[in-house]
């Protein structure tokens, strides 16, 4: 089992940049996929980023893809995501979560994910 626990989300002005922590609890956090997802107002949760458990491959959704860069150190038990040139639009709740398994392909699927950490807000106002 997992605890998950991010941090950094805040109020930023468009085009600006945050950097999301989620730091993992447990001594197996290498065998964990990890993924990044987010929810705004209204809106039904949805995929950001994601990374497999060596970090040798990465995935986003085609809204963040240039902009967001999802990396791993997996001596720290953490995984962070790079938000460049936000927008408005990326508005939301972030949530890490985490699936135990060396896959050798990316997981983007919410479904799949066992594990979530409380979320942190990040707000872009333009």
């Known amino acids: 089992q997992v605890q998950l626990v991010e941090s950094g989300g805040d109020l930023v002005q468009a085009g600006g940049s945050l950097r999301l922590s989620c730091a993992a609890s447990?001594?197996?956090?290498?065998?964990?996929?990890m993924g990044w997802f987010r929810q705004a107002p209204g809106k039904e949760r949805e995929f950001v980023a994601a990374i497999t458990w060596s970090g040798g491959s990465t995935a986003y959704a085609d809204s963040v893809k240039g902009r967001f860069t999802i990396s791993r150190d997996n001596a720290r038990n953490t995984v962070y995501l790079q938000m460049n040139n936000l927008k408005p639009e990326d508005t939301a709740v972030y949530y890490c979560?985490?699936?135990?398994?060396?896959?050798?392909?990316?997981?983007?699927?919410?479904?799949?994910?066992?594990?979530w950490g409380q979320g942190t807000q990040v707000t872009v106002s333009s």
């Open positions: 979560a985490a699936n135990f398994g060396r896959y050798p392909s990316v997981v983007t699927d919410s479904k799949l994910y066992a594990y």
């Open positions: 447990g001594r197996t956090f290498s065998s964990y996929a």
